[in-house]
T-cell receptor, first 117, second 112 residues
Framework: DTAVSQTPKYLVTQMGNDKSIKCEQN?????MYWYKQDSKKFLKIMFS???????INETVPNRFSPKSPDKAHLNLHINSLELGDSAVYFC????????????????FGPGTRLTVT | GEDVEQSLFLSVREGDSSVINCTYT??????LYWYKQEPGAGLQLLTY?????DMKQDQRLTVLLNKKDKHLSLRIADTQTGDSAIYFC????????????FGTGTKLQVIP
């Protein structure tokens, strides 16, 4: 199946721990994103990478560090987890370097629900 | 400004039309999108409109764009229970490489 996949789907951990979320896309896209969706369903961009290069870095604490080993993968590592980090994290991808009538549609993964206790 | 506002909740009866509204603030937007999020899932693109268009129709979906008022709407004809979800509008800015700003989301409840 062509898609954006994330692992794990659920992650429950204690405050102070370090955890990683992995994302892979097999759509051949050149750009990947991490979004955070809070309990009120507000969706905020955290990072975007284009061809493994960091493009967008919104005001996210330094405890969050994205890593893109190649164009198809964008992982998110979180250090010293806090209660406020509890949310659903979505990975997405799009093809940005295209000419002509394209929509630049973003394809979203199924999300990772992170619960920090 | 980058605020994209939507009303939080809309309830309609099955078979009626639903209209979901969105107000954006950046006049340099190039594309405006409507995404659907079903429970426990990621967002999925429903439709989009380019900023030089006023209207786009795609089967049961009609998108209207009023650039003067920076207002976008999504009309769903003959709303079905399967349309129950959260709907997000989003704008892509001309400046701001690859940045898409999502609205606050509207939860649509379809009553059988």
């Amino acid at each position: 199946d062509t898609a954006v996949s994330q692992t794990p789907k659920y992650l429950v951990t204690q405050m102070g721990n370090d955890k990683s979320i992995k994302c892979e896309q097999n759509l051949g896209h050149d750009t990947m994103y991490w979004y955070k969706q809070d309990s009120k369903k507000f969706l905020k961009i955290m990072f975007s990478y284009n061809n493994k290069e960091l493009i967008i870095n919104e005001t996210v604490p330094n405890r969050f560090s994205p890593k893109s080993p190649d164009k198809a993968h964008l992982n998110l590592h979180i250090n010293s987890l806090e209660l406020g980090d509890s949310a659903v994290y979505f990975c997405a991808s799009s093809q940005e370097s295209m000419l002509g009538k394209v929509s630049y549609e973003q394809y979203f993964g199924p999300g990772t629900r992170l619960t920090v206790t | 400004g980058e605020d994209v506002e939507q009303s939080l909740f809309l309830s309609v009866r099955e078979g009626d039309s639903s209209v979901i509204n969105c107000t954006y603030t950046d006049s340099s937007s190039t594309y405006l999108y409507w995404y659907k999020q079903e429970p426990g899932a990621g967002l999925q693109l429903l439709t989009y409109i380019f900023s030089n268009m006023d209207m786009k129709q795609d089967q049961r979906l009609t998108v209207l764009l009023n650039k003067k008022d920076k207002h976008l709407s999504l009309r769903i004809a003959d709303t079905q229970t399967g349309d129950s979800a959260i709907y997000f509008c989003a704008e892509r800015m001309l400046e701001g490489y690859q940045k898409v700003t999502f609205g606050t989301g509207t939860k649509l409840q379809v009553i059988p």
